[in-house]
């Protein structure tokens, strides 16, 4: 059998989907607005916070958040933000861009910030703490929480991965100032490329929804939905701002993916278990575990083994298509300053790998990969 078992693949329910997206276009609004502002009420419904705003990428997200954050704070240029080295590089490139500058600290079994390296971290110009739950996973979340307050400290908690991610039962992040959501296409509740910013406080959330739509203070859609049909053309520009928010058509995909959010989610662990129980006395695997009481989105399943790069090539000649989350930051010449002061974080960059975790995946494609994986690894 010819098979190629790629790492993520996404999955759309395409009836449910094009039906909202024709309501989209019978309607002939397709951006800004109708559907938007749905998933926007459908989201907060769903996770308990008190704000949220769609835009076209958690990428953009997680720049308005640190700009807001420094302006709203009067942060000077260089001031600090500790966060982890273990990301995709949007997480801190958002730092950098604001012109403050990333301060890293290392990660702990879980792969998120390790409180006790956190504290050795903080400096008087330090501002906030940038909290990632790699693969859906809370880490030592509660910890953070406390050292910010303790500190008086911003919180911005990036949750790319933890749509659907519950802990002690709940949606975690009400204690951070700002939370930061990825619906690309490859994560639990995908559509083409879209995010959510959702800000503690109501001023913050007024200002990210100017600056997502270039400083203007009324959006297309609500000028035209005026009481009298009148199109209100009429409007100040208060910020510089982006054009980054998001579409009606993406938040169509992301109104039917919500809803089978947290059933997705129950599969992936049940995968992620299936890999648990059959690594468990791999000498030659170490497994990442998850938080107590969190329950984790799965977005990743992730092992640590001893000759990675010689793994990945041999899985790649069964048809297996694993991945690596991530590349030490520390080593993108950008962020060099801090070479060598996360071991942790090298040590897991170096040894990482993602294996195949999306609901496309077959109990039998899993059997196959955990048995191609325990071969190679006992060689």
Avoid at 223 to 240: C, I, L, Q
Wanted: hydrophobic content about 35%; proline content about 4%; some cysteine.
């Amino acid at each position: 059998m010819d098979r190629k078992i790629q790492l993520f693949a996404p999955y759309f329910r395409t009836d449910e989907c094009l039906a909202q997206i024709k309501e989209c276009l019978d309607k002939g609004w397709t951006g800004l607005g109708f559907k938007t502002v749905e998933f926007e009420e459908k989201w907060k419904e769903y996770t308990g916070l008190p704000f949220a705003h769609y835009l076209n990428s958690s990428t953009m997200g997680l720049n308005l958040a640190v700009e807001i954050l420094k302006e709203e704070n009067g942060w000077a240029d260089d001031d600090e933000i500790i966060t982890t080295p273990l990301t995709f590089i949007s997480t801190n490139h958002a730092i950098l861009l604001s012109k403050l500058k990333p301060m890293f600290a290392d990660v702990d079994k879980y792969l998120c910030l390790d409180p006790v390296d956190v504290l050795r971290k903080i400096t008087p110009k330090t501002r906030a703490i940038m909290f990632v739950g790699l693969g859906g996973n809370t880490g030592q979340w509660p910890e953070i929480v406390k050292i910010a307050r303790e500190h008086n400290l911003k919180l911005i908690l990036d949750a790319a991965h933890m749509a659907g991610t519950r802990l002690n039962g709940k949606i975690p992040g009400t204690e951070a100032d700002v939370i930061v959501y990825s619906f690309q296409a490859v994560k639990n509740c995908p559509t083409g490329d879209s995010g959510m910013i959702c800000f503690k406080d109501a001023k913050s959330d007024e200002i990210v929804r100017k600056k997502a739509w270039l400083g203007i203070n009324k959006d297309t859609y609500a000028r035209s939905v005026s009481k009298d049909g009148a199109y209100k053309w009429m409007y100040d520009v208060e910020y510089v701002g982006y054009k980054a928010h998001g579409n009606s058509v993406m938040a169509s995909l992301a109104l039917v993916s919500l809803k089978y959010l947290d059933v997705d989610n129950e599969y992936r662990r049940k995968v992620a278990k299936m890999y648990d129980d059959a690594f468990a006395d791999c000498p030659n695997i170490e497994l990442i575990p998850i938080a107590p009481d969190c329950e984790s989105s799965r977005h990743l399943y992730q092992i640590l083994v001893p000759n990675r790069d010689e793994l990945i090539l041999k899985l790649n000649a069964a048809g297996i298509y694993p991945g690596v989350h991530y590349r030490d930051n520390t080593e993108y010449r950008m962020y060099e300053y801090a070479r060598g002061t996360c071991p942790y974080a090298k040590y897991v960059s170096d040894h990482t790998l993602s294996l195949p975790m999306h609901v496309r995946l077959t109990e039998e494609d899993v059997k196959y990969i955990i048995d191609t994986v325990k071969k190679y690894v006992s060689e």
